[in-house]
T-cell receptor, first 111, second 112 residues
Framework: KQEVTQIPAALSVPEGENLVLNCSFTDSAIYNLQWFRQDPGKGLTSLLLIQSSQREQTSGRLNASLDKSSGRSTLYIAASQPGDSATYLCARFYNNNDMRFGAGTRLTVKP | DAGITQSPRHKVTETGTPVTLRCHQTENHRYMYWYRQDPGHGLRLIHYSYGVKDTDKGEVSDGYSVSRSKTEDFLLTLESATSSQTSVYFC???????????FGPGTRLTVL
């Protein structure tokens, strides 16, 4: 079974801090890796998708990197804001139509 | 946001009853997915569809069936609901299997 692990499970930071969320997976043979955001009681919103041939993707204050050789991806959030508070999920796209999700990191940004 | 809706949004039912959840998308996406989300397990794929009448099993398909008679609709059926199927169910769609998936708002199902 291809596992996806996210560390830490929860994180609380003061507003303005730069932070890194970690995602690790057990098999380097992937199609892509995606980062999602989930607000309480809501569905998932796609943040960034990194294809297997890419090393990183950026969108605004978000930057995601992918290191297939070590089985790791990181999501970097710059200058965090209270509105960034949510659960962040990474998902490894494994096989043709199968995504394996991590359990998520619950982020709280305090004003 | 991609136009994906789920109905009902909340449902309480009793063990042994059949339940059907509906997912509707207006993006003309080829691929559609059903997931369940449970504490400690994250999201797990139940079934997916790669076209009208084309479906396949995911990681946790036992006790579930699906149907897709139109591009825009993907139905998930629990033939005889059990308490272990109490969960939040999410539908998603995407244009290609390797493309971004867009998620619906979820259906909270409670089986008593």
């Amino acid at each position: 079974k291809q596992e996806v692990t996210q560390i830490p499970a929860a994180l609380s930071v003061p507003e303005g801090e730069n932070l890194v969320l970690n995602c690790s997976f057990t098999d380097s043979a992937i199609y892509n890796l995606q980062w999602f955001r989930q607000d309480p009681g809501k569905g998932l919103t796609s943040l960034l998708l990194i294809q297997s041939s890419q090393r990183e993707q950026t969108s605004g204050r978000l930057n995601a990197s992918l290191d297939k050789s070590s089985g790791r991806s990181t999501l970097y959030i710059a200058a965090s804001q209270p509105g960034d508070s949510a659960t962040y999920l990474c998902a490894r796209f494994y096989n043709n139509n199968d995504m394996r999700f991590g359990a998520g990191t619950r982020l709280t940004v305090k004003p | 946001d991609a136009g994906i809706t789920q109905s009902p949004r909340h449902k309480v039912t009793e063990t042994g009853t059949p339940v059907t959840l509906r997912c509707h998308q207006t993006e003309n996406h080829r691929y559609m997915y059903w997931y369940r989300q449970d504490p400690g397990h994250g999201l797990r794929l139940i079934h997916y569809s790669y076209g009208v009448k084309d479906t396949d099993k995911g990681e946790v398909s036992d006790g579930y069936s699906v149907s897709r008679s139109k591009t825009e609709d993907f139905l998930l059926t629990l033939e005889s609901a059990t308490s272990s199927q109490t969960s939040v169910y999410f539908c998603a769609s995407g244009q290609a299997s390797t493309d971004t998936q867009y998620f619906g708002p979820g259906t909270r199902l409670t089986v008593l």
